[in-house]
């Protein structure tokens, strides 16, 4: 099944827009898991269990992972969701994005090491940087559009003009460009930050019903209300609301699988009340 089938199916079955973005920190681990010397995976692994039928996707952040050089315990992590919970789509969080030749390789390594069904790509180098990542049609292409962090006013709202000397924003520029040119295969997302919810209510007029990974609840403080309000499509989905810190630390004690599990409970039933 590709990833837009598996995120649809994934939707439906937990009646669930949570995505649970897996951002290992060993700092704020349970004391119990802090001598472990397999605590990255066994910490994850756990989250995952726990929240794996209150959620639409999950989201491994790589740079969590590769700085303690634990790329080994997120290739098992991935693996462990598509056995143990199979049906829920794993979304690489890598931001890639490159020459062409090398970004071959970084969809090589997305999809082929560490089998993940969708990759978030960075699309400022342009088509050529991410067509490795578009051709796979039964994977999913999340391509950053207007990001959740303070910074992203100071490029991604510059006006730009276009070929056709029309003038609009950079990320309107970017989430237009996808819908109509980059989605031959159907396979793009867009990421909009839950932190500017006018502008999600301005992609979502842009790009119809294609689907918008939005992080920037919990830890970042955005509203889930005026997510949901200005992001869901016709069919009110449409939507990944990606939270990571408020639900892996949501207890640094040794319930924090159990307590993770409420905080995503909370959150898909705070998204539900408002669908
Ligand atoms: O691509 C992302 O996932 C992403 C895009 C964005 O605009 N903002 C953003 O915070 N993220 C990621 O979402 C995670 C933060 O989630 P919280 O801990 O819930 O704030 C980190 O892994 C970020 O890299």
């Known amino acids: 099944m590709g990833f837009m089938q598996m995120l649809e199916a994934a939707w439906a079955r937990n009646d669930s827009?949570?995505?649970?973005?897996?951002?290992?920190?060993?700092?704020?681990?349970?004391?119990?898991?802090?001598d472990d010397?397999?605590?990255?995976?066994?910490?994850?692994?756990?989250?995952?269990?726990?929240t794996a039928d209150l959620v639409c996707a999950f989201k491994p952040q790589i740079a969590h992972f590769a700085a303690r050089g634990a790329e080994e315990a997120l290739q098992r992590l991935i693996a462990h969701i598509h056995a143990q919970h199979p049906g829920v789509p794993v979304i690489l969080d890598a931001k890639r994005g490159d020459i062409g030749s090398t970004a071959a390789y970084y969809a090589e390594e997305a999809f082929d090491?560490?089998?993940?069904?969708?990759?978030?790509?960075?699309p400022y180098l342009g088509r050529d940087a991410v067509q490795p990542f578009l051709d796979r049609a039964d994977k999913g292409a999340v391509l950053l559009c207007r990001t959740s962090n303070p910074g992203a006013r100071d490029l991604q709202d510059l006006v730009v003009r276009d070929a056709a000397g029309g003038e609009r924003r950079l990320y309107?520029?970017?989430?237009?460009?996808?819908?109509?040119?980059?989605?031959?295969?159907?396979?793009?997302?867009?990421?909009?930050g839950a932190?500017?919810?006018?502008?999600?209510?301005?992609?979502?007029?842009?790009?119809?019903?294609?689907?918008?990974?939005?992080?920037?609840?919990?830890?970042?403080?955005?509203?889930?209300?005026?997510?949901?309000?200005?992001?869901?499509?016709?069919?009110?989905?449409?939507?990944?609301?990606?939270s990571s810190r408020a639900i892996l630390y949501a207890s640094a004690g040794a319930d924090y699988a159990e307590a993770a599990r409420d905080a995503a409970?909370?959150?898909r039933d705070a998204i539900n009340r408002c669908r």
């Open 265 to 267: 409970l909370a959150l």
């Open 37 to 50: 010397p397999d605590a990255v995976f066994r910490f994850c692994a756990a989250i995952v269990d726990a």
């Open 113 to 122: 090491r560490y089998g993940a069904d969708a990759v978030t790509l960075n």
């Open 195 to 242: 932190t500017y919810p006018e502008e999600l209510a301005d992609v979502r007029r842009i790009v119809g019903d294609m689907p918008l990974l939005v992080p920037g609840v919990g830890a970042q403080g955005g509203d889930v209300g005026a997510v949901v309000r200005n992001g869901r499509s016709a069919a009110g989905t449409g939507l990944l609301i990606s």
């Open 17 to 34: 827009l949570v995505c649970v973005g897996l951002d290992p920190e060993p700092q704020r681990f349970p004391a119990a898991l802090r």
């Open 172 to 192: 309107q520029h970017v989430a237009a460009t996808v819908a109509r040119e980059w989605n031959a295969n159907g396979n793009c997302l867009l990421v909009v």
